[in-house]
């Protein structure tokens, strides 16, 4: 607790200290402004005294005049240099002007080099009688020149679209997306022409080609199998028989799972018989492990058998099919 109202101590005195900063530096901004504006009134009432002490000093020198030749002087050159920049933008506008109607000029002349072009052409293919093919050249060329309009106006719309309802960054996702798809399709398709110019040269392009067919099939009756057990799946919705057919499949993977278990201790590819463990662990021992068993249970029921893992006997029925630990109950 006491470190709680400790940490919040603190935080107060940190937003005090930066509320007094910002205050400060406030204060500190407007009396700087403020020094700055008597400043430059204290020059301004300077400079106006100044003119007068000067004005009242030049008529009783008598250098009146020299001072109005001066001020004079330097109005002129003021106007000298304002017509001078006068005369700078003017000159600038007239060169514009110049080099806007040597363009236009120019590109008149294309024009008419164009039309005088197209009168030779046309002439020619009148005598040479290619009028109707050049036309229809002439009328595919201006309908694909539409669409390429048609289609450049429909992206713009579908671009100013998209950023009005801010879906332009998902679009242009999309198109590097398809750009990324593409380039990966043409480097798999350089990957598949090397190997295939490899296996070529190594003799295995049958083996390849049989290994792709078995692999199809595969997947063909994957696909097959898939489908046969989607409408399965639909008549027993139909018939009211998923239920009973979803009970079904659970209780045989119960059953399933339980004679896993069970079946644990089991040995895979190999003889369920107590005869054949005794007599090869009979070989190592060069005794019989099983003997002081197989004389208290009915072994026509029980078979003993030995575990690799444990390195412990456990007995298996015949009958029920299960294994346990525990030597059987004495007949």
Known sequence: MKRRLRAEELE??????????????????NLVKHMKLRRQREEEEENKAALVIQLAYRRRKGKMALH???????????????????????????AKMMVKNMKARRLREIEEENRAALTIQLAW????????????????????EQRAKEKNATYFLQYWFRKMLGT??????KIAKRFYD???????????????????????VSYHILRIARKQAEEYQRERERAATYIQYIYRKKTGKLA??????????????????????RFANTEWKPDFWAEQ???IVGENIFESHQQTYDTNIWEACWDNDTSRIYFYNRITQTSQWEEPSVI
Request: glycine content about 2%; some cysteine.
């Open 68 to 94: 109005m030749k001066r001020r004079l002087k330097a109005e002129l050159e003021q106007q000298e240099r304002a017509a001078i920049l006068i005369q700078n933008s003017w000159r600038r506008r007239d």
């Open 244 to 265: 009973e057919h979803l009970k079904r499949q659970a209780r045989k993977r119960v059953q399933k799972r339980q004679r896993r278990l069970n079946e644990t201790m």
């Open 281 to 283: 662990l009979s070989n």
């Open 168 to 173: 332009l960054h998902i679009h242009l996702h």
């Open 12 to 29: 107060m005195e940190k937003a005090a200290i930066k509320i007094q900063l910002a205050w400060r530096r406030r204060d500190a901004k």
């Open 125 to 144: 293919r009148r005598r040479k009688g290619k009028m109707a093919l050049h036309m229809k050249r002439r009328l595919k060329a201006m309908e694909r």
């Open 182 to 204: 593409e380039w990966m399709y043409e480097l798999n398709s350089a990957a598949c022409y090397i190997q295939y110019i490899y296996r070529r040269h190594k003799g295995i």
